[in-house]
């Protein structure tokens, strides 16, 4: 079972953002560790990682620059979270922290009681 993109496009900046506290990288990059902590169960589209990379650059929550690749010796554009984009991660954190909350009192545990049809 994969994960819907409708579900997560909301939290696509968040993932990005998690992916860049520790160090800039680059969408490829970030694409394959998203795939990776999600156990396969989420697959980023590259149009909608390049789309975030767009809509957070405007917004100030990161900043791209040019650098080749060590391993590959390519030049690449690479992200880097900034000031402004951990304060966001803060919040979006937050408001995740309170969607689960009240989500998870319309989520049964279990199998559905007759009467639920």
Request: proline letters at 2%; hydrophobic letters at 25%; charged letters at 25%.
């Amino acid at each position: 079972m994969s994960i819907s993109s409708d579900v997560i496009r909301g939290y696509n900046d968040t993932m990005i953002l998690y992916l860049l506290l520790e160090k800039p990288s680059y969408g490829y990059e970030i694409s394959k560790h998203i795939k990776t902590l999600s156990d396969g169960k989420y697959i980023i589209k590259e149009t909608t990682l390049y789309s975030a990379f767009t809509r957070m650059e405007k917004n100030g929550y990161v900043e791209s620059f040019q650098s080749q690749s060590a391993d590959t010796g390519k030049h690449r554009t690479y992200y880097r979270i900034t000031e402004s984009g951990r304060q966001y991660y803060r919040t979006k954190c937050d408001e995740w922290n309170l969607t689960q909350e009240v989500v998870e009192k319309f989520i049964m545990k279990g199998d559905i009681p007759n009467g639920y049809n």
